[in-house]
């Protein structure tokens, strides 16, 4: 079954700090992994998208790593904003023809003063 | 500005009155397709397009119609709306012609409650 997990399913971190969000997936064939920023009551905005035989992405203070022989992708913030408090959520595409795609459930990330 | 617009962004209605939401974008974009988000899950796909009168279900269509006579407008339809309809609804549009690896726009998204 295709499958996206995200964890963890929140993070409250000081500002200044940097973290990490993780995503494992079980999606078959393997197409593409997304990166979203979802801000509360808005649309999400892609943040990278990596294929296969790309293994890190960045954007500006977000960096995106993906390791397709485990499955697993993170995205690590650097130097965390308030502005970053938000949910991100991990997408992954499969080749099936059309593009079948499965979003994660998202981390919901606090930035604090 | 390149954008997908939502009508209306919040809507309360009553069981069994059936409604539309109408999503259009600006892009010229062949694939649109609409999601419902709910508290815990991740965004599910109820219909996708991949251009004009041309339309499938995604994982979960059931009480939705959608229509695709224009490339730029891709309306979802509740014909008898149930509480279960109750959820977070977003449209996003992209590029098709193979390029898997296009950005994926999303509209703002329309909250909708059935009473």
């Known amino acids: 079954k295709n499958q996206v997990e995200q964890s963890p399913q929140s993070l409250i971190i000081l500002e200044g700090k940097n973290c990490t969000l993780q995503?494992?997936?079980?999606?078959?064939?393997?197409?593409?992994l997304r990166w979203y920023k979802q801000d509360t009551g808005r649309g999400p905005v892609s943040l990278t998208i990596m294929t296969f035989s790309e293994n890190t992405k960045s954007n500006g203070r977000y960096t995106a790593t993906l390791d397709a022989d485990t499955k697993q992708s993170s995205l690590h913030i650097t130097a965390s904003q308030l502005s970053d408090s938000a949910s991100y959520i991990c997408v992954v595409s499969a080749e099936t023809g059309g593009f079948k795609t499965i979003f994660g459930a998202g981390t919901r990330l606090f930035v604090k003063a | 500005e390149a954008q997908v617009t939502q009508n209306p962004r919040y809507l309360i209605t009553v069981t069994g009155k059936k409604l539309t939401v109408t999503c259009s974008q600006n892009m010229n974009h062949e694939y649109m397709s609409w999601y419902r988000q709910d508290p815990g899950l991740g965004l599910r796909q109820i219909y996708y397009?991949?251009?004009?009168?041309?339309?499938d279900k995604g994982d979960v269509p059931e009480g939705y119609k959608v229509s695709r006579k224009e490339k730029r407008n891709f309306p979802l339809i509740l014909e008898s709306p149930s509480p279960n309809q109750t959820s977070l609804y977003f449209c996003?549009?992209?590029?098709?012609?193979?390029?898997?690896?296009?950005?994926?726009?999303f509209g703002p998204g329309t909250r909708l409650t059935v009473l």
């Open positions: 996003a549009s992209r590029r098709y012609e193979g390029a898997s690896t296009d950005t994926q726009y």
């Open positions: 397009s991949m251009n004009v009168e041309v339309t």
């Open positions: 995503c494992n997936y079980t999606v078959s064939p393997f197409s593409n």
